[in-house]
């Protein structure tokens, strides 16, 4: 399970208030296509909001340990029946983003030939 400074979870707390879901969890409780779901919103987004219709409170903190720990991810925040959680994307995905072929230099406009 990744552990944050108190600084970035106030961070993320911050940024997760303007998220919508990514998942819904249902009353079938967490499946393994729930975690592959919640595995493609970690590598596409980073820190994703998760809606659980589960009116338990325990059954809610048990699965937000279990998601976290599945996952490698931190918790940011649990109210009610939304989570918040985090996991940094992994250094290959950040390694293709800098690959990017470079941008050219704009094209010339009629003006700048006229000098």
Do not use: W
């Not at 970035?8 to 990514?22: D, E, I, M, W």
């Not at 589960?54 to 009610?80: F, P, T």
């Not at 940094?88 to 950040?94: G, L, Q, S, T, V």
């Amino acid at each position: 399970m990744l552990t944050l400074s108190v600084t970035q979870r106030r961070r993320f707390s911050a940024q997760g208030h303007a998220l919508n879901p990514v998942v819904i969890i249902g009353k079938a409780g967490l499946t393994n296509n729930v975690l592959c779901e919640l595995d493609r919103g970690l590598l596409s987004h980073e820190l994703i909001k998760i809606k659980v219709q589960v009116d338990d409170r325990n059954a809610r903190e048990s699965m937000l340990e279990d998601i976290c720990q599945r996952l490698n991810a931190a918790s940011i925040q649990h109210i009610g029946k939304t989570f918040v959680i985090y996991r940094p994307r992994p250094e290959e995905i950040n390694q293709k983003k800098s690959t990017k072929k470079q941008k050219r230099e704009p094209r010339r406009t009629k003006r700048s030939y006229q000098n």
